[in-house]
């Protein structure tokens, strides 16, 4: 799970994303294509146009970029009303110049596009309907009002009115679609941003609990024979000194401060374990691993591996089970997972591990509502929760404050480990086999009739080969001086 407090980035904090320098440096190469069209139509073309007030116009810009450079530093990041205020001066700039040079005839006027894509890409929905309407605005004044191109000898370029009706038309479809389309996608990348900063925060967090299993894992495996001594020292002590009732209760106090030590290192060991022994683990373990911290949430939380009941006896575990690795990013995944299917069941989460001599197959399942049938195609997407009419209020997952994101944490960390998701809902997923335990209750016999997602991995990606032997634990290394 995320933590809650983590902050992700909002259209606040990337409100001051976009560098002034950026837009000088763009508004520099406009300057210059201004300069090369105008003196190109002027010289070669021999079109007549207003040149004198369409080279104060373009020097209007150059002086506002010499004066930003001026002013500003290198690393000035502009906030958003300054952006928008930016733009709309280069947007303006470009309509009057277009205005002394034919207005909508002259082919340039594609580039009134420009400042409505950098608003929607970087600056927001807000921002981006003003330059919108600033564009409109600006389109249906060179419809009307405008200096038309004339040839050496006179000739008035006029355009059928038709044309001029086209041009307007397309230009004020092509700002709308333009602006819609790159907010849609800047929208998506952002969303995608933060998934994938959640992500990494989530497994990093992952990764620390296994780090720190590790070391209280060497902790207790170095410390295990020094306190085995000093508590049978101890005994032996307290029992000599029956007739030195002072030095007696100090071997005691020693005795109880050894126990103490090791309860110590044995519940600090729960947090995780990064053991030669540990790193692989069979796939039992594994899963209840994972489900562990939401096995006591008040769902039922039944677990089935080749088709019988879990048996938390480790003597009776299935023995040909495969040997799978314990990577942060497969307990992770599973567990966010387990942790769904808990916040919407009615009462019952069901997990099926099966296998092959290709494939390991988990199946998690339960009996809520599932999943809404026109968003499946969508589960794994950052942001997509919505279960079938299921309420969102605090009360359905009174324990975790999520931030949408579980489902594609889990998706995203357990494709790092070579596996394959599939979502579905119980009437149309490919059922598990029923549980042969031979007393089972009615609940264990059952199928997920909610959501149900299946984890697929390729066996040699995620398994242990057969017959490989583990090494023994041995002495931990240590760093010489």
């Not at 470009?94 to 894509?117: D, M, Q």
């Not at 807000?126 to 600033?134: K, S």
């Not at 009776?316 to 497969?330: G, K, N």
């Amino acid at each position: 799970m995320v933590d809650a407090n983590a902050k992700l980035l909002d259209s606040r904090s990337r409100a001051g994303w976009l560098r002034l320098r950026t837009l000088v440096n763009l508004r520099w190469l406009a300057i210059i294509g201004q300069l090369v069209a105008v003196f190109f139509a002027s010289y070669v073309l021999e079109i007549s146009l207003q040149l004198e007030l369409g080279l104060l116009v373009i020097a209007l810009s150059a002086a506002f970029n010499i004066s930003s450079i001026l002013i500003t530093s290198e690393t000035t990041r502009l906030s958003k009303p300054a952006a928008v205020w930016i733009l709309l001066f280069d947007l303006g700039q470009l309509g009057v110049l277009l205005g002394l040079c034919g207005g909508l005839t002259n082919p340039f006027a594609a580039l009134l596009l420009a400042p409505v894509v950098i608003a929607a890409t970087a600056l927001g929905t807000r921002p981006t309907a003003i330059l919108v309407l600033a564009a409109t605005g600006v389109i249906l004044l060179l419809g009307s009002f405008y200096y038309p191109l004339r040839l050496a000898d006179g000739t008035v370029l006029t355009p059928p009115p038709l044309l001029v009706s086209g041009n307007i038309a397309a230009l004020l479809i092509a700002v709308g679609f333009v602006a819609l389309y790159a907010r849609r996608v800047s929208r998506e990348s952002e969303a995608m941003s933060d998934a994938l900063v959640a992500t990494q925060m989530a497994l990093a967090r992952e990764q620390r609990l296994t780090a720190l299993g590790g070391v209280v894992a060497a902790a207790a495996h170095e410390l295990g024979t020094p306190l085995a001594t000093i508590k049978l020292v101890s005994s032996e002590l307290f029992d000599e000194l029956e007739n030195h009732p002072e030095l007696r209760d100090d071997a005691a106090l020693i005795r109880e401060q050894a126990d103490r030590c090791r309860d110590i290192l044995r519940d600090m060991g729960r947090s995780g374990k990064d053991d030669a022994l540990l790193r692989h683990a069979p796939v039992l373990t594994l899963v209840q691993e994972a489900a562990s911290p939401h096995r006591n949430r008040g769902k039922a939380v039944i677990l089935r591996i080749d088709g019988r009941l879990e048996n938390h006896d480790p003597a009776h575990q299935t023995p040909d089970q495969p040997i799978v690795r314990r990577d942060p990013e497969t307990i992770h995944g599973l567990r966010n997972l387990v942790q769904n299917a808990v916040d919407f069941a009615a009462q019952t989460v069901w997990i099926d591990i099966d296998w092959d001599a290709r494939s390991l197959k988990i199946r998690i399942g339960d009996d809520g509502q599932g999943y809404p049938p026109d968003l499946i195609g969508r589960i794994g997407d950052p942001f997509v929760r919505r279960r079938a009419s299921a309420p969102q209020s605090s009360a359905q997952r009174p324990e975790y404050e999520g931030m949408g994101l579980g489902l594609f944490i889990a998706k995203t960390l357990l494709e790092r480990t070579g596996a394959r998701l599939t979502f579905a809902n119980g009437s149309t997923s490919r059922n598990p086999r029923p549980a042969r335990n031979p007393r089972p209750g009615v609940a264990a016999l059952a199928r997920p009739g909610g959501a149900i997602v299946e984890v697929v991995w390729p066996l040699e990606r995620i398994a242990q080969p057969r017959g490989q032997a583990q090494m023994p634990l041995g002495a931990n290394p240590r760093n010489e001086a």
